[in-house]
């Protein structure tokens, strides 16, 4: 069974740049057909997609955060990581990272999630 762990810093300041880690661990983040997500839920409000890198190393990301987001990978450790840049007080959130066929919306697997407060 596929489990997954995010891991950072709980602190970032307004315009620097959020980086956070998940790692797999029960199966390859390089394994078809399988996409590798970043989500987030600020407080109060609901579930948010961020964008995804897939089994093949393309990436997806959402809309509204593109200009701002970057996900990668490092297969030799199974990781796949989210930067943020130019992050501001509404980017605080709990970070959530998941699993998903690259062809559906649901998620079988999820991370235990990280909050991220933005503040100076």
């Known amino acids: 069974q596929v489990q997954l762990q995010e891991s950072g810093p709980g602190l970032v300041k307004p315009s620097q740049t959020l980086s956070l880690t998940c790692t797999v661990s029960g199966g390859s983040i390089t394994t078809a057909y399988y996409a590798w997500s970043w989500i987030r839920q600020p407080p109060g409000k609901g579930l948010e997609w961020i964008g995804y890198i897939a089994y093949s190393g393309s990436t997806r990301y959402s809309s509204s955060l593109k200009s701002r987001t970057s996900i990668s990978r490092d297969t030799s450790k199974n990781q796949f990581t989210l930067q943020l840049t130019s992050v501001i007080t509404e980017d605080t959130a709990v970070y959530y990272c998941?699993?998903?066929?690259?062809?559906?919306?649901?998620?079988?697997?999820w991370g235990q999630g990280t909050q991220v407060t933005v503040s100076s």
């Open positions: 998941a699993r998903s066929v690259v062809a559906g919306p649901h998620f079988d697997s």
